[in-house]
């Protein structure tokens, strides 16, 4: 949550104010490790997507020799699914943002 008050911050200091008053903004002292922590919490929640896709997986692997029942291997894909689709929303939109923040004039 702090991450995404110091992006609003940023964002409405950034929209609001002539470069050198940006410079010298206390809005902008951002913790050093918010990007380390941002990046390990998107590298973990890429590990769970793995682990439910290998959960989907296994379940298919299941329902083959007759152990689980179709409906849980369609909820399971689904969900396996519906995980990657997310994520790669996310990480096209982030790209995208970051593109849009390079190409602005300072």
């Known amino acids: 949550m ?3 008050t110091a992006t609003q911050n940023l ?5 609001n104010a ?3 008053k940006v410079m010298a903004a ?3 002292s951002v913790q ?17 997507i793995s682990a439910q896709e290998v959960n989907a997986e296994k379940l298919i ?13 369609m909820i399971e894909i689904e969900k396996a699914n ?4 997310l994520a790669l929303t996310v990480i ?3 790209v995208q943002t970051f593109k849009e923040i390079m190409q602005m004039p300072v």
């Open 26 to 28: 206390p809005e902008l």
């Open 2 to 4: 702090a991450e995404i």
């Open 92 to 94: 096209n939109t982030s």
């Open 61 to 73: 692997t299941d329902y083959i020799q007759g152990k689980a029942g179709l409906d849980e291997v």
């Open 32 to 48: 050093p490790n918010v990007f380390k922590s941002a990046l390990d919490k998107a590298v973990e929640n890429l590990n769970a």
């Open 82 to 85: 519906l995980s990657i689709n």
């Open 18 to 20: 002539p470069l050198q």
């Open 11 to 15: 964002v409405n200091v950034l929209k």
